[in-house]
């Protein structure tokens, strides 16, 4: 059996997902039917907001199911009535035995990790944080616990020095949508071998990839310069790194996101937090061990902006410092 003769499931909700969906549906596979979040209110007019892959499946005339909760009897008798012979995961929610167990291939997850390395929530995030020279995605079937199953196949890319989160996932997003496919040929012909997470476990340290609060994303610029830039990197440009500028004086706060800096200088007796800039073309802030420069930041109440777009409504920027 060819995997376009397979009766697919697909689940998933925001952008990442949408590639990997693309990717079956221009390519002649049989989606039967597409699972994604329900549709949530957005907005000061509380406008119901759709998922990016409910978007794309009305667009192409898909089967839609949006369930409020995976184990409510009515959803699992329209899922069950699918006759999936296999389930796509695709950046969606964790799911219950009685629907990852339901198709007869089972069930397989596309995870924006090398695993059994950075499972969890945040995988994208945490590799670019922990200054990590590769990730990947990797296919894997599900079982009882989060991100654990056998792994089916992987794909790596480097992260290079001046990658953000934003740019790996725009990678990752189009590599895993090519694998999600060669995954779905491979199960229904049989042609792959599912390897437990628990043989690689053995050969190294495992890093993990939590949820990302807001507290994980202040700047304590009193750190290694290269772990504040890999923290911009990471979280840029989304939940975005932050710190607060604060009035020499005054004592007046602004609350700023940061989302870009450069190592310009190795070393500093500057306390950190300390600025330095002409005024016109650069804003330098002192680390533990030397300077970043911030070339893309954000104050409250304004929109995103270079430095030198920011510096020319904010001459002042001498008189703060950051905290």
């Avoid at 192409?60 to 909760?69: A, G, R, S, V, Y």
């Avoid at 602004?254 to 310009?264: G, L, N």
Wanted: proline share 4%.
């Amino acid at each position: 059996m060819t995997g376009k003769e397979l009766r697919l499931v697909f689940m998933g909700t925001p952008d990442f997902a949408v590639a990997s969906l693309k990717a079956l549906v221009d390519g002649g596979y049989n989606v039967v039917g597409v699972i994604t979040a329900p549709d949530k209110p957005a907005g000061r007019g509380k406008k119901l907001n759709e998922s990016a892959v409910k978007k794309y499946a009305v667009e192409n005339k898909l089967n839609i199911l949006q369930p409020e909760k995976l184990k409510n009897q009515e959803f699992l008798a329209e899922l069950e009535a699918l006759k999936a012979d296999l389930q796509v995961v695709v950046a969606f929610r964790m799911l219950p035995e009685v629907v990852w167990n339901m198709p007869r291939l089972g069930t397989f997850n596309l995870h924006g990790s090398l695993l059994p390395q950075y499972r969890g929530a945040a995988p994208l995030n945490w590799a670019v944080i922990n200054g990590e020279s590769q990730t990947g995605v990797t296919t894997f079937l599900l079982d009882h616990k989060i991100d654990t199953g056998k792994i089916l196949f992987k794909k790596e890319i480097a992260i290079w020095e001046n990658d953000t989160v934003g740019t790996i996932h725009d990678s990752l997003m189009g590599i895993g949508a090519k694998l999600v496919v060669e995954t779905v040929d491979a199960l229904a012909d049989g042609n792959y071998e599912a390897i437990p997470q628990s043989e690689i476990m053995a050969e190294t340290e495992i890093k993990h990839a939590p949820k990302i609060f807001k507290e994980d994303c202040k700047i304590d610029w009193a750190n290694d310069i290269e772990q504040i830039r890999n923290l911009i990197r990471g979280l840029s440009p989304y939940p975005a790194a932050w710190s607060t500028l604060v009035h020499n004086e005054t004592g007046k706060e602004i609350a700023t996101k940061i989302y870009f800096a450069i190592q310009v200088d190795r070393n500093t007796n500057d306390t950190p937090g300390t600025i330095k800039s002409d005024g016109k073309t650069f804003v330098k802030v002192a680390c533990k061990n030397g300077w970043l420069q911030i070339t893309d930041l954000q104050i409250a109440g304004k929109k995103r902006m270079q430095a030198d777009d920011f510096l020319r409504g904010f001459q002042q920027i001498l008189d703060y410092r950051f905290v």
